[in-house]
């Protein structure tokens, strides 16, 4: 059973590019959250994804969108790019209601140069 | 939104000893997990305990929600035990924040040989 799965492990960026991330879910799960960790800080929420739509968001500006496709994976796309998204990205998945466990994926560490 | 307190920040000991980590919470929760963040970034589930008591081999862990406060406790520590150590809380009737959670600062945990 493939827990959840990240890509790319890594990326290069330059200010002012656009970048996107993938997550696929643990298997049997419908609800995949995304987090972004700056360095010797806890994850902050981003967005949570639910049945194709955003269902709870951070505080975090319009450059940060995302998108949840039928088969519950997800992706993250971040716009003009700024030095300050420099940033671990995590993804969470979790089974459909609130207060349910959520397991993590290994990250994709973002650096905007 | 919800506060989340870690303590000690860092933590430092010598293989063999015990230790306990803290995590207070400001409001009521619905869940709350543990996680060991490993070099590479991966958060690794320790416990989901939104209350009581459980333990897995040398880690227990203890919330006692009436009181906002949970304890995780690492016996006999190895040096493999070494790294970061979260506590997150997703709050509990308030529909912005269901489903996302909140980190504290964490634990630097070292454990020399």
């Known amino acids: 059973d493939a827990g959840v799965t990240q890509s790319p492990t890594h990326l290069i960026k330059t200010r002012g590019q656009q970048v996107t991330l993938r997550c696929s879910p643990k298997s049997g799960h419908d609800t995949v959250s995304w987090y972004q960790q700056a360095l010797g800080q806890g994850p902050q929420f981003i967005f949570q994804y639910y049945e194709e739509e955003e269902r709870q968001r951070g505080n975090f500006p319009d450059r940060f969108s995302g998108h949840q496709f039928p088969n519950y994976s997800s992706e993250l796309n971040v716009n003009a790019l700024l030095l300050g998204d420099s940033a671990l990205y995590l993804c969470a998945s979790s089974l459909g209601g609130f207060g349910n466990i959520q397991y993590f994926g290994a990250g994709t560490r973002l650096s905007v140069l | 939104g919800i506060q989340v307190e870690q303590s000690p920040p860092d933590l430092i000991l010598q293989e063999g000893a015990n230790s306990t980590l803290r995590c207070n919470f400001s409001d009521s929760v619905n869940n709350l997990q543990w996680f060991h963040q490993n070099p590479w970034g991966q958060l690794i589930n320790l416990f989901y305990?939104?209350?009581g008591t459980k333990q897995n081999g040398r880690l227990s862990a203890t919330t006692v929600a009436t009181e906002r406060y949970s304890l995780l406790y690492i016996s006999s520590s190895q040096t493999t035990d070494s790294g970061v150590y979260f506590c997150a809380v997703e709050p509990t009737g308030r529909g912005s924040t269901l489903g996302r959670l909140y980190f504290g600062r964490g634990t630097q945990l070292t454990v020399w040989p």
């Open positions: 305990i939104p209350s």
